[in-house]
Every structure is written in C-alpha cells, then in structure tokens.
C-alpha cells in the first residue's frame, strides 16, 4: 500500500495518518475508481514505454552490427564500400595461407585452419566493436592450442574434436569475464611481461616448424627440448626439403625488404598491403606441381577433404577431458583477449571511436562459441593482419564479413590446389612471422629508460617460455606481473609536508628546500587510498617517522630536535578506504592517544569521514579531530602542545623516497 501512496504522491495524495486534516486534498479512498484506474493505466504505459526505449538504445550497445549497418549507406557511401572491399580482399588473401600455417603450428589438419579463419570473421563482423580488428588464427593462441590438444591426446577422442572443445570452453569463460565486466583485466598484464612472452613465443613457434623445415620425423615437443632433438638428428635432413624451405624463407624476406623500399623511399604506403605469404604459397605450389617433390621425398599437403562444415557439438559432456582443457581455456581467454584490446584501443584512438573491453569481451567469448560448432579452434585477433586492412583503407566491420568469403571459397572450391604445397613452404612462412614477433625494440627501450625491474619480468618471461613452454611461460610472467603489482600498491607514497614561506602553504619537503615544520608537528599527505593490502605499510612508515623523529633511515641525520607530539593527515588525495582500513585507522590513533600525540584529518572527503566517525574515529572520543585545511589544524595544535623554533629543511635531509627508505 506504501508504494501506491508513494507513486500517487505528485497527485497530492498522502497516507491517512499523515494527511493535513485542514488540507483541501483528496484522501485515496475520495478518488473515483476509473480515475484511480486510468491513472494507474497511464503509468503502467509510461513505465512500458520507458523500459522499450532502453532497450531499443542499447540493443545496437550489446550487437553493434544493428548500430553501424543501418547507417552504412549514409556515412560510408561507395568511397567507404569500396574501402571495405579493398582492405576485405587484403586480408582474405593473407588470411589463407597463414590460417593453413597455423595450422600445422596448433596440430591439426589445414581445413581446420580455413574454418578458424572463416567463422570468428563473420561473428565479430557482427558482435565486434573495432572497424580494423582482423579476427582469426594467431600464432601464439595456435602455439597455445596445440600444446593443449597434445596434453589431451590420452583420450579417445578426435583432434578436431579436442580443438573443438577447447574453443568452446574459451568461449564460456571469456563471456563470462565480460558478463562480470573483468574488462580491467587487460591492465594486469603489463607491457614487459607481454614483450617477454611474445617474443618467447615467436621463438618456440620458430623451433616448433624446424621438422618441417630440415624434413626431420615430427616432433610433438614444443619448446627448448625440440630444439635440442633436432641438433641430434641433424644429420637426417632432407636435402631438397631443405632447399624448398630456404629458398621461400629467401623469397619471403626480399619482397617484405622490396615493399619497405618502395614504401619509403618511393613512397607507396599501399604496398605493403601485397600478401607475400600468398605469393610464397603460389610459388610453392608451382614448384611442388612442376617439380613433383612430393616423389622425392618432400612432404606435401596431399589430398584434404573439402567441404562446408556441418555445425557440430564439441564433446562437452566429457567430464575429464573438460577438466583436462580448461587451464589451457584460462590462459588462451586472457593470453587471446590482452593481444585484441592492444589492437582495438590501438585503432580505436587513431581514428577517434571509443570500445569496451567489456563489450569486446563478451564479443570474442560469443564468437568462439559460435564458431566451435563450425570446427574452428578459439581464434582472437592478428596484428599483422589487422594492420594490413588497416592500410588498405578499412572503414567498418563490413571488411571482416567479405574478407570471410575467401577462406569459404578455398575450403569450397580451391583445396585440391593446395595438394602440392610442400610442407617446408608452410614452414617457412611461419617461422618468418614468428620471428618477427621478437621485440628487440622494446627490450631496448627497457634498458634505454633504466627500467630494470621491468627489463627483469620482461628477460625472464622470455627465458621460460623457450625453456618450458608458453604455458609456464605465461603462468611465470603473470605471477610476476601481479607481484609487482601488489608491491606498488601496498608501498604507497607518502610525503611528508613543510610550510613555504612568505604564504605559508604546505608543500612535500622533498621538492621544495625552503619548506619549514613546525617542531613536533608531523603533517603528511598519503596519494593513495586506503585498503586492506597498503594500510599495514602506511602504518608502518608514519610509525617509524614518529620513532626516529624526522629521520628517512636511521643512519640518516636528524631532522628534530624533540618528539612527535602530533600528526596531522592531509586527506585531499584519498578515494575511497575500506573497512579494514578503518579498523586499523581506529587501532592506530588509539595507540597514539595513549601515547598523548594528537590525531588530526585535513581536507577529508565528506563520505569518508562519515564513514570514519561511524567505524569510531569521532571527536567527541578526542581519537581524531577534522580540520578543512592544514593551517587551521596547525595554529590549533599549537595551542594545545608546546612548540619550539622552526627549522628549515635542507635538500640532503629530504625523505624522499620514503617507503622504499624506511620499509
């Protein structure tokens, strides 16, 4: 009955207990039946209307085809659609043949490959918020899901099925960080530790393809190990293996070096859309047609059945295998998701559009479940491609839906033309890309900038990646990254503040020489915010500051000449502090009362310090007093404890910085 009270308010209708009795309104049970009717039936259309209308906005939010398709003829016009066309006929071509070189890099049969480029194209096309993102095979997320098919290869079930199941489960667990708005996660990997790991990768994938490459028996070892068997059988390569290999890997690097030299010094900046792996894959088929390797001991694709992919549920019911794929999901999910929002915010802020991590999230989660059906393995996104389309002038997400074309065609119509490709040709083209994929700038910059805790993540990263594989690899690298994390948050900065005169305004002594602290008057400013992981330490450091009495260290010189006998808190920096803050907050201060030190906040948000009074720190218990500036809480102080000569601080007394000095 209250909420029928409440709704009809604006009406002037009040509860009987409450109603004015002098009052000219209505009471409830005065008013008409059909009017009541009427009203109630106008609101509840009202409340329809509105509820309609917001789910027409943000329909296009959560699938932004039905937001950009609509408006395609009027903005884009034939300029853009022929944009899209060129950028989509760009990278179909590229995709093919890297998507068949993927494929020996995850294990499985080429066909498989053109599936994994075909369906994430068309789902992203739809559900993806980047106009330039290229979606597909990758050649780390293809390291990741071999290793993973290989781990699993004790059941007894089909490869692509394996793959398939993989894909899925990567589809469920990346809907779901996306479900849980987890799009902050891309800010826990940091950029060294990405550096490491991908250049690791590129490595691993380059050993991973030398059996092809020297005609060696295969290898399902994927890291230092395979490495180290291929030098032992060395002595076994195939000759004219070899040579194929050597000769694309040539072929391959002189038209990448001719399109950098007409992309700069000719200055045709559209040359480097060319698709040289495609022009490697017709070469090597030529060859392997003309030459008939593949009777002279040169492996070759041979005959691969084409046909369109009849969707297919992945073995989901089997308990163990789920079991035994889903680390594996984990680390594709967020390995997969970091590298796409790299490139989505990359394309994002050059051409001035906004994305989601979130909505990119439930996006590529969408999609791989989608494209499991349809024998794809989990697929995010290419740089290399996604910076081909770029180039070619790609203007919306119609660029991955046409570009999809071209794998469907070749898995439909082209595959018996690839019967002749010889395997050291597909070697070839992934142990180029591969090794592109090794960051020598940024290590570089690492170590041009002094950054030697990150150049460490970075070099170790790497190291365990070649050594033990791209799964530990990353699981070290993660680890580290969230260690360093943990250490920067809980090791807050503190600076301690000092008087400037002629006006007298606090500033951290560390910056300003000339800065003067009133004698047994502690007044600091903490720039973080307050929770459970840093409180300890911040406790911590005011502590030691109060004991050693103005000293950074204790071999440092003195800085005062009496005790502390107060400490006044500039707030201005604080966010937000949580309960186990307060908690401590409220021991803290209580150890000081009894110690006779005054307590004092300054310039304490208004919701924290309600927050603060409520869990204890009140005035009135004298625990704490709240100031709104630092020279109110200073002139007070001087009334209460007796104060000394100022001193001017030097800049080789200065406490900065502090927690690295006294923790």
Known sequence: MDQWFSKYSKFGLKQES??????????????????????????????????????????????????????????????????????????????????????????????????????????YSLLGSSRQLACGPEGIVALLVGMAVNSSIEFDVDKEDRAMLLSLLVGFFTLLLGILRCGFLDSLVSRPMLCGFVSGSGITIAIDQLDNLLGLPANPDHNIKKFIEVCKELPLTHPLTLIIGLFSISLMLLVDFLKDVLKDKLKIPKISIFPTPALVVVVGILIG???????????????????????????????????????????????????????????????????????????????????????????????????????????????????????????????????????????????????????????????????????????????????????????????????????????????????????????????????????????????????FGNIGAIVNIISRIVILGRRAHPASQSILDEPIRAIVLDARNIIEIDPSAIQTLVETIDSYKSRDVFFCFVKLKKGLKERLIAGGITESSLRSIYFSNISEAVEWLRQKIPVHVARTLSTELSLSPLPQSIL
């Open 289 to 531: 047609y003309l030459a008939d390797v593949g009777d002279k001991g040169v492996r070759i694709l041979g005959d691969l059945n084409a046909e369109f992919p009849i969707p297919k549920c992945p073995p989901l019911l089997n308990g163990e295998l789920v079991a035994t794929l889903l680390p594996s999901a984990i680390l594709i999910s967020i390995v997969g998701f970091v590298q796409a929002t790299v490139v989505c915010k990359q394309y994002a802020s050059k051409y001035g559009y906004t994305v989601s991590s979130n909505r990119e999230l439930v996006a590529f989660g969408t999609l791989n479940i989608f494209s499991s059906f349809f024998h794809a393995w989990p697929a995010f996104t290419s740089l290399t491609r996604s910076a081909v389309g770029d180039t070619a002038g790609a203007y919306s997400q119609l660029h991955g839906f046409l570009a999809s074309n071209i794998p469907m065609l070749s898995f439909l119509f082209l595959m018996p033309l690839f019967a002749t490709l010889p395997k050291p040709t597909i070697a070839a083209i992934v142990i180029v890309v591969a090794l592109k994929l090794i960051q020598f700038e940024q290590f570089y910059y690492l170590f041009k900038t002094k950054s030697w805790v990150e150049l460490a993540l970075a070099i170790v990263t790497f190291a365990f990646t070649i050594l033990f594989g791209a799964q530990i690899g990353v699981i070290i690298g993660l680890g580290l990254s969230l260690l360093l994390l943990v250490k920067h948050t809980a090791m807050p900065h503190i600076a301690i503040l000092g008087a400037v005169p002629p006006e007298n305004k606090y500033y951290d002594i560390a910056e300003h020489k000339h800065a003067v602290i009133e004698s047994g008057i502690l007044v600091i400013r903490i720039d973080e915010s307050l929770y």
């Open 18 to 123: 409450e109603t004015d009795l002098s009052s000219n309104q209505p009471l409830l049970s005065e008013l008409p039946e059909d009017r009541l009717s009427v009203e109630s039936e106008d609101e509840v259309k009202k409340d329809c209307s509105s509820i309609t209308r917001k789910l027409v906005q943000r329909i296009p939010y959560y699938i932004p085809v039905l937001g950009w398709l609509p408006k395609y003829p009027s903005t884009a016009g034939w300029e853009g659609f022929l944009r899209d066309c060129t950028a989509a006929l760009a990278v179909g071509l590229m995709i093919v043949p890297q998507s068949i070189a993927y494929a020996s890099v995850a294990g499985l049969d080429p066909i498989n490959g053109l599936y994994t480029a075909w369906a994430p194209l068309i789902f």
